[in-house]
């Protein structure tokens, strides 16, 4: 009898150490009495992880929804958002009859309980969000802790594609202090789930649509031993609606209006000036519009890339149209066009252009009585002879005196200078022509090359934005 009894004994001290909590036995199915049970039971080892051995780590179920998201801070590489983390773990040994004690789930005080130091690996501010100071606990064991946190964690932020960017941040949910053999992370609902949820229950997104939740759980290894831990994949793409609007747009119609005033000719119109009014208010509207784009990090962004084409466009448009002003009005003051530039130009360049050269006026300048300088010798002088002898009559008219014929051939001389001078100042020498008319084949040569330039950058840089659009989802 000595002996059944040492080993029952024996056997309860075995089992003891096993053993966190017993079944909760209730007096009456009332609050009070179920409270009064876990004071007795449970409450007074709220300091130790519920299970029945150190080696066996507590399971902790990880669930986690979007509730919103409230921003993307690219300066300081940042991202806002407010989710629901719901976490769930079970403490052995522990149970009650639900007629018994006149429940099945009841709310107790967190610091009543052991709870997991479960904390979110890119928090980089305090969570000013309300707390929870209660969670629920099953008739079975089950705790469920549901609480909500707004969660500022770092993201590497790729705005190279800004405003067609498509970012990629991650939560990662783990124990700050417990290995994985002590506490380990199971992931609760799948992705898809999780991405369905989000998307019915989200609140607030702004200019960001939230595109996919991807999970990983995985483990992280540091020196010998391992953390458990669950990452989540946040997908995020920005809304380009606004930018596109107030920055593209505007952008492409100051350069389609600066690509058009090529078509205003030189020498009538002071494009130089049509020109510099649009490099200022391109200007302008870079400041304005300056606290719309992202702070540049490692990369720059796209859209500045833009931005600083376009301007070196229209700079380079100024430059091209001075350079042809100062042909078209200087052209008096140079010398001869060399004959490698006339025949490049003028022969070559212009078939390119599809402008051919002019042809030569047919306009002839016929003078019976040519100026001549110095004395004048021989001059052929229509006498009151002749006309008698082509008329047939015989007017008795007198030969005018010789006085009245030098002023004639004086003023027919003047007249001559005058309309010769006439003629140059409209028709211009033949080196002016071909100088203005070089300008006007360079001119036309440069407004074709910067078309093709603007439409290579622009489909350069449009690919560039689709194919890493394409790249990232």
């Not at 209730?26 to 004071?39: H, K």
């Not at 705005?159 to 609760?188: E, K, W």
């Not at 036309?444 to 093709?452: D, E, K, V």
């Amino acid at each position: 009898m000595t002996e059944v009894k040492t080993a029952g004994l024996f056997f309860i001290c075995f089992l003891l150490p096993y053993r966190f909590v017993a079944a909760l036995n209730c007096t009456s199915p009332t609050r009070p009495s179920l409270y009064n049970a876990l004071d007795k039971e449970l409450f007074p080892q709220n300091l130790v992880p519920p299970v029945q051995s150190f080696s066996d780590p507590v399971n902790i179920t990880v669930n986690m929804t979007v509730v919103g998201i409230i921003g993307v801070n690219e300066k300081e590489q940042s991202l806002t958002t407010f989710i629901w983390q719901i976490l769930e773990w079970d403490i052995e040994g522990l149970s009650w009859d639900e007629k018994e004690c006149g429940t099945k789930r009841v709310s107790v005080p967190r610091e009543k309980l052991w709870v997991p130091d479960v904390q979110i690996a890119e928090f980089m501010d305090e969570d000013k969000s309300p707390k929870t100071p209660y969670v629920y606990l099953y008739n079975t064991g089950r705790v469920f802790d549901d609480k909500t946190i707004r969660v500022v964690s770092t993201c590497r932020l790729v705005i190279y594609t800004f405003p067609f960017d498509i970012q990629n941040c991650t939560l990662t949910f783990g124990s700050y202090l417990h290995f994985a053999g002590d506490v380990r992370m199971i992931q609760g609902t799948t992705a898809a789930q999780i991405l369905e949820e989000s998307r019915n229950v989200i609140q607030t997104n702004g200019e960001w649509e939230l595109v996919d939740i991807k999970v990983d759980p995985s483990a992280l290894k540091i020196f010998d031993e391992s953390y458990s831990e669950i990452k989540y994949y946040i997908i995020l793409r920005r809304r380009p609606l606004l930018y596109v609007v107030n920055l593209v747009i505007p952008s492409c119609f100051l350069i389609t209006v600066d690509l058009f005033s090529f078509l205003l000719p030189p020498h009538s119109v002071d494009r130089s000036s049509f020109k510099m009014t649009l490099i200022l208010g391109y200007t302008v509207f870079l400041l304005i519009m300056n606290d719309l784009l992202p702070v540049t990090g490692n990369a720059t962004p796209l859209i500045n890339v833009f931005f600083s084409v376009s301007l070196a466009l229209m700079v380079a448009s100024l430059l091209e149209t001075v350079f042809i002003t100062n042909i078209q009005f200087s052209s008096s003051q140079y010398s001869a066009v060399p004959h490698w530039l006339s025949v490049l130009v003028l022969r070559y360049l212009a078939i390119v252009v599809c402008l051919p050269p002019k042809k030569k006026s047919n306009r002839i300048t016929v003078s019976l009585h040519p100026p001549t300088i110095g004395p004048v010798t021989n001059t052929s002088i229509i006498s009151s002879r002749d006309l008698e002898s082509v008329s047939g009559d015989t007017p008795p008219v007198k030969p005018p005196p010789e006085p009245a014929l030098d002023e004639l051939r004086k003023l027919s001389r003047d007249l001559m200078a005058i309309r010769l001078l006439m003629d140059k100042h409209f028709q211009g020498s033949k080196t002016s022509q071909e100088w203005e008319m070089i300008g006007i084949i360079v001119d036309r040569l440069l407004f074709g090359l910067y078309i093709l330039f603007i439409s290579f950058s622009f489909i350069t840089i449009v690919c560039i934005w689709i194919w890493s659009n394409a790249f990232e989802h």
